[in-house]
């Protein structure tokens, strides 16, 4: 609940840039129609973004009766974001980032293999890109592992913890940093790049020399937990009685793997009732999905069982997620 006239303003705000950004072109008379605000409440905002460079007057629109209306549109490099994740495995460590603009555009892209992946290394590509291009207004950071106020308790990439990343990237640059589990950023772009109905959606990833992790949306928000450490199914497993060497053998013997993959998507659907569930990574593929779902058609019935879709473009959603959350939180923070 709102409770203040600042608070109204900016929610104002955002229900307008949310209306201008899905359009091409627009006059404040469309702004007022598509949002229900009044037409001084669109007027005045539409001023202030115009001011500040966020939405850009194109001409008069002749084709209104009695006096010209002016049309706009908005401007997507009034600021651009950087994303970024690391990852360590089959004895290499990768860096990539990427570069969007307001609407989510991928601008530039680029992957990096360290020797080695430091907390200084980061911060110098950080950098490098804020040197580069200043319309960065703010940076998203995924890694695999779980981290606490901004602190990186377990990570993959074991040169990063106990580091206070955020807090030294906060320190350094002075700009918006969202830190997360890699599944957290990845469901985020599995949901805004596949095709649902707006349900549950779970992400399952299966690195081939890692842990299985998953990440979960619901409504539209991906569920971190009191810690973040939601989705850590890893530990479930084994709790369980599979443990960590298991879990990793499964991996390597594909019967072995559809058996534990189906486990796991059990887990997710009795845990959330998803509309999807989309499994990735150590090749999963069609003939896996069906052996899957023949596996869990006998313990949960088939209007239960939900939607299974395989692939294994982990990058193209990972990119995805850090952009949008990191949009979203800069942009649209109340309307969260």
Known sequence: MLHSTPEVKRLNRERIRKQIQEHETFTKNDVARWTALSLSTCNTILNELLSEGEVIHLSQDDSYIGRPASRFKYNPDHLHVLGMYVFAEANQNTVAFAVANALGEILSRSTQHPEAITCELIEDLIAQQISADRLIRGISFGFPGVARDGVIERCDVASLVGIDLKGRVRDRFGIPFEMRNDMDFIANGVYDLITHNGGNLS????????????????????????????????YIAEGFGVSREQQLQALADRNAFREFAAKMVLIA??????????????????????????????????????????????????????????????????MQ
Not at 205 to 229: H, I, N, Q
């Open 203 to 234: 992400t399952l990833l299966f690195p081939t020399a890692g842990f299985v992790g998953c990440g979960f949306v619901v409504d539209g928000k991906s569920l971190g937990g009191a810690s973040m450490f939601a989705g850590e199914l890893s």
């Open 269 to 334: 659907c009795c845990t959330l009732d998803p509309e999807v569930v989309v499994l990735m990574g150590n090749d999963v593929d069609e003939d896996d999905i069906e052996t899957i779902r023949s596996i869990c058609e006998p313990i949960i019935s088939g209007q239960h069982l939900p939607r299974l879709v395989a692939t294994n473009t982990i990058g193209r959603y990972y990119e995805a997620g850090l952009v949008r959350v990191l949009l979203d939180s800069l942009q649209f923070e109340l």
